[in-house]
Each structure stands twice: as C-alpha cells, then as structure tokens.
C-alpha cells in the first residue's frame, strides 16, 4: 500500500512538471526541487519496501526506525503528498501576488545595474578574505594546509589525527565564500566580459578563475562533506554544457557525472567512510541511493511514531542566535552563552540514535515541519517553501547572462537541496553564509550603484 501511495506521488511530480514545463531537460527552481523531492519521498519508500533493504555497518541506524509499520508508512507518504502540493500552490501562489513579484523583479534589476569591474573586485575581496580565513582555520588547528587536505576525512568524522588540534570549524565555514568568487569568475567569463578588458584583462580573469577554482576544491576537500561539493560540482559541469563549443560541454559533462558518482563513493573517496563493499550491479547501486538518501523518509516515519513536543518555529530565531549571538556573546564576555535550546536536527537525531555523540541527522523541510507544528506546521512550512522558489525564479530569471545567471544556477542547488534536504534553520544560515551572505553584499553594492546614478 504504502509503494502504491509514493508511486500515485511520483506520478502526479512527473506529469504536473512535465504539464507546467513540457521540456524534458528545463531546469528551474520548481523542477530542481520536484526532482528532490521524488527521491526523498518517492524513490526511497519504494526501494525500502520492495528491494528489502537492509542495515549496515554505515547505515546502522535504519533498523531503529519502524518502517515496515504499514500504518506509520502510508500516514508518512499521505503526509508527504499534503506537502508537495502545497509547495506546488506556495509557488503558484508567491508567482502571482503584484507586490512580491514587483520586489522580486526589483531585486532582479539591481544585480543588472554593477558592471564586469564591480563584480571583479568584489570576486578579489571575497577570494582574499576565503584565503585569510582558511589560513586562520590551519593555524586554529596547528598545522599546514597540506596536512589538513590528507587527513580531512579523518578530522570531520572527529577521529584522533597526531599533531592537529581541537578547533571549531567556524573559520573554514566562512572559507567558503571562495567559492562564491570563483562563480562571479565564471559568470564573467561566461559571458566573455574579457573581450572589452582586452587581452591583459582577460588573462588576468582566467587566472583568478582558476586560482579561485583550486581554492575552492581545496576548501571543500577540507570541509569533507559530499553536498557542498557536488553542488559546486553540478554548477560548474551545467554552465560548461551551455557553453557553445566542444570542449566545455563535454568538461560539463564529465564534471556532472564526477558530481554524480560522489553521491555513491563520496565518503569513501574524501576518507569519511572506510571502504566501499558493494556489488557493482544495478539493484545494489540502487539500494545504496536509497540508503544515502533514506533520512528525509526516515526521520518522518520516526518522529510520527515518537511522542514529541512540538518546537513551533522556534528554530527560526534560535538560529540568529546561534549564528549572529553566540558569536557576539563570545567576542564580549569570552565564553559561549550556557543553556540555549538545541537545534531541530539534534533533536531528531536524539529521536532515532538516542544520542548526538555518533553524529547528526538532518531534518528534511516536511520533518521540520512535523517537528514545529505537527502536519499543521508542514502545511506552513511547504506553502512558504513553494513561495520562496517562486520569489527566487523571478530574482534569477532564466533570462539572464553572465555572474546573474550563474548565481541562479547556484541559488537552484542550493534551495533544493539545503533548504529542502538539511531545513534546520542553524545548518542552513551556517552552511548557507557562503552563498547568502556575498549575494547580500552584491546587493548592497548595487543600491549604491543605483543611488550614484541618480
């Protein structure tokens, strides 16, 4: 029964989208998210009820959630059906109301006002700053970068490495923002800006592309989590297929597919994971992508057979607080403030594990929504979910050439999957500071623009 729902599910994901958009390769922020939303809530509670799978060494944690409960499943999968289509009517909804389509098209303008010189030197800025921070990250743990890149698996999963110290990961974390630079980079290049800077200018650009584009397969090595990595990857490899010669879209290609393959080796490729031990044949690859991908479902069915209090959005201050406050409480009195609330996603790890000392997993956005209001919060969360894809689709218009158009590739994957797969608000404004706080600036810089020209 519970197979029979997700597939009434999947079927109406495939035909609304193909409906909405007939073209089988458009990518928007609706369909990236439609795609992601059909694996989480489509594609694993078919395979986990039909393809038997089992725990694991890695996935130990799967037989400690009672999804084979028929009722618990269907009321999960009813749950999840609620959820789509209320992000499916958010965006509806948020397309269609004059004021935030008027604010959204605003906001659309202003990335157009700064000009190819503006956006370089605020990609300089941010690529300077990156190297700072990932510098002061390497000294907080007492060795050289180079250390760091061959034990970073090692380091994230929190083992014992002789020589490297404790230290908080906030530096790397604001790291990040190089790769944000390398994408104003590309986009210049993308639309061949050099050609009016003149050939100097030009390899100068290609030459802070690159440096750029190291930094940042350094920085995420070093962070050692396959998301991030794969985003990048998939930004990188779609903007090289748009690209009008040979070359760059078979790099495109082969870049996708790298991105592809680390959603299965991932792990194991960046030392998280000791050793990939399975069968190379398709219905283990696939029982594998639903194991990795199995925590959205999983969570779910868990927190409605656990009695819960519900956190009614609390999370959403909470991670101001834990982002903006908690540093300021340290800058002042020297220590972090004592007894604040965890956040969602330790809380649903505590749920299922019992514990957060064997790591953390992350609340998707319909978990979120359970955990803050019951199916009442999903409601709320989905339809602002579906709202805030419509608001996005109109700031980054498919229209667009150049560093907007590159940032909204990069804000498609990153709504779809981090605000759609790890919705605790804390994960996401931390995880998120990369790409939310440079496209913040961008915009304060062309408000200047704007206010000079006038």
């Not at 609706?30 to 078919?46: D, Q, T």
């Not at 870049?255 to 190379?280: M, N």
């Not at 992508?289 to 069915?301: C, D, G, R, W």
């Not at 201050?317 to 540093?327: D, E, H, N, S, T």
Request: glycine fraction near 10%; proline fraction near 4%.
């Amino acid at each position: 029964m519970t197979w029979l729902i997700a597939g009434i599910l999947g079927i109406y994901i495939i035909f609304s989208e193909l409906a909405r958009v007939p073209r089988l390769f458009h990518l928007d922020f609706l369909r990236g998210a439609s795609m992601v939303f059909f694996l989480a809530y489509v594609f694993v509670p078919i395979s986990l009820h039909l393809l038997d799978i089992r725990a694991d060494e890695r996935f130990y944690w799967l037989e400690w959630v009672d999804y084979g409960n028929i009722t618990l499943a269907i009321l999960a999968q009813v749950i999840a059906l609620i959820s789509y289509l209320l992000i499916r009517f958010g965006f509806y909804v948020g397309d269609r109301i004059s004021s935030v389509k008027k604010l959204a098209n605003t906001l659309a303008g202003l990335f157009l006002v700064v000009p190819a010189r503006i956006w370089f030197w605020l990609a300089t800025a941010l690529g300077v700053f990156s190297i700072a921070f990932l510098l002061m990250y390497a000294r907080s743990r007492g060795v050289g970068l180079e250390y760091l890149l061959v034990t970073a698996g090692q380091v994230r999963v929190g083992q014992y490495v002789p020589g490297i110290e404790e230290a908080s990961f906030t530096f790397l974390t604001y790291s990040m923002i190089g790769t944000f630079a390398s994408l104003i980079y590309l986009g210049l290049l993308h639309r061949i800006e050099g050609r009016r800077l003149g050939p100097g200018s030009l390899f100068l650009l290609r030459l802070a592309f690159g440096v750029t584009l190291l930094l940042s397969l350094a920085i995420l090595w070093i962070r050692s989590g396959r998301l991030h990595l794969i985003n990048y990857l998939f930004v990188l490899g779609m903007h090289g297929m748009q690209g009008r010669r040979l070359l760059p879209k078979v790099l495109g290609v082969i870049i996708v597919f790298t991105g592809i393959l680390l959603l299965y080796v991932g792990k194991y490729v960046l030392g998280v994971a000791q050793s990939l031990d399975v069968p190379l044949e398709f219905r283990s690859l696939l029982s594998l992508l639903a194991k990795e991908i199995s925590f959205p479902y999983l969570s779910l069915v868990n927190a409605l057979s656990t009695e819960i209090a519900y956190r009614y959005f609390i999370d959403f201050p909470l991670a101001v607080i834990y982002i903006i406050g908690v540093p300021l409480h340290v800058l002042i009195t020297g220590s972090p403030p004592g007894d604040l609330p965890i956040s969602v996603a330790k809380v649903n790890t505590v749920h299922i594990l019992g514990t957060t000392d064997l790591g953390e997993i992350p609340v998707d956005l319909v978990s979120f929504g359970y955990l803050s209001a019951g199916v009442l919060g999903v409601s709320v969360i989905s339809f602002l979910y579906g709202w805030m894809l419509a608001f996005l689709e109109r700031v980054f218009p498919k229209t667009v050439l150049g560093v907007p158009g590159v940032l909204r590739t990069a804000w498609i994957m990153f709504s779809v999957t981090v605000c759609l797969l790890y919705l605790d608000p804390v994960n996401v404004l931390r995880d998120g500071i990369y790409i939310i706080g440079p496209t913040v600036m961008a915009l304060g810089v062309a408000v200047v623009l704007r206010s000079w020209k006038r």
